[in-house]
């Protein structure tokens, strides 16, 4: 636990996790719609209850469930969906 802030420490794996499960595509189709805890190469614990992921992940990985990044993943075709139009340029070229 922080001293500083009374809060718990963050488990940077999951942190890590996180980063990487939303940022590939493949696993971001596969776990859409989905909350997700992993770890840099592994998914720990995927569902639809946020509490049950996280004290699932924290079975798992023999941590405090409260230090855990439990990520929503959002289907890679939903990054731009609202994504600016520009006219006079092509839908898939940023202005810019």
């Known amino acids: 636990m922080s001293t500083e802030t009374g809060q718990p420490e963050l488990n940077w794996d999951t942190a890590n996790g996180a980063y990487w499960v939303t940022h590939d595509d493949d696993l971001s189709r596969q776990y859409a719609g989905k909350w997700v805890v992993a770890v840099p190469g592994r998914v720990i614990s995927a569902g639809d209850d946020p509490e049950a992921v ?4 924290a079975r798992i990985l023999q941590c405090d469930m409260s230090t ?6 959002v289907h890679p ?15 898939s070229q940023p202005a810019g």
């Open 68 to 73: 855990i990044l439990v990520r929503s993943v």
């Open 77 to 91: 075709d939903e990054y731009y969906k609202d994504y600016p139009f520009y006219a006079g340029l092509p839908a």
């Open 54 to 57: 996280a004290a699932e992940a």
